[in-house]
């Protein structure tokens, strides 16, 4: 049995990948850890406990960072809907969260379990204050699977930047720079084939269960927001690809190990994640600007290319029960 954290800033897509997590039969999920990021930390926290309800689980719930480290909260509503669920109106959940703070509970819980995997749904920012907690927070972690960045393509807020960690690149960059060990999982692997075009989302909307009704509804506003956004018709789901990975990597199908910087100076390209896919940071043109990543001589594994028909076969399995 193998057990996951999970850090979520819960607003559509992340509901999916956090029902996935619950369904699969060989993860315990030890908590669910919230963060300010798609909505406001209160709603993201409502949002974990009714997913969790969803899906018959009452995996604690702990409450963390109610903003960036270093910034002001800038929230998703154009794309999730003002509660992250795209305005539908749902109940509230019937618990409560823990007393105890996020932060605390990461610290405490990867103490308690060294080798458990994270899997970052949201900003990094609860992730940040962990590190800064316990310096040996990073050294417990047996995987850490990020859903953030844009690697090799344009961003989904920005040209640049993949909303995750253009929301708090400071802490993104405090990540990186630490001694997780980071499989990236960028925004570019949602789309193309992992989209859900119409007859997909019919199908799984014909398991007619509880879990595969709440996926598909609560996602109606971000099936419109992506086509607005992009052009390409269908359900993009971030957050699952991720949670696909953290539950069997050989889904990433092609990876590579490299330095990740995040730009935090320019608000042109605040946000962005330069990876140094040629290997060249060391230089000399290029040693001066990556002193400090080459100080911190940490690499991220870097998914490039993804197997749709796997993740979207897990999907529909996740959804079913």
Known sequence: MRTFLIDTDTASDDAVAILMALAAPDVRVAALTTVAGNVGLEQATRNALYTAEIAGSDVPVFKGAAAP??????????????????????????????????ID?????????????LVTLGPLTNIALALARDPGFAKRIGRCV?????????????????????VDPEAARRAFRSELPIEMVGWHVSRGASVLDEQEIADILLLDTPRAHFAIDCNALAKEAYFTQTGQPGLS???????????DREIGISWSRHFVEIECASELTRGMT???????????????????ALAAGVKADVCWTFDAGAYKAMLKRALSG
């Open 105 to 117: 509970a990461l610290v405490r819980l990867a103490e308690a379990e060294p080798g458990l995997t």
């Open 274 to 292: 330069i990876v140094d896919r040629l290997n060249v940071a060391a230089d000399d043109s290029n040693k001066l600007s990556w002193r400090d």
């Open 237 to 247: 789901l971030a957050d699952p690809t991720a949670m696909a990975v953290a539950l």
């Open 146 to 166: 990020v859903m953030g960045g844009a690697p090799c393509c344009e961003g989904n807020v920005t040209p640049a930047a993949e909303y995750n960690i253009w």
């Open 69 to 102: 480290l270093v910034r002001r909260h800038e929230d998703a509503f154009w794309f999730h809907g003002r509660d992250g669920f795209g305005d539908r109106g749902y109940p509230p959940p019937r618990r409560a969260a823990e007393r105890e703070n996020a």
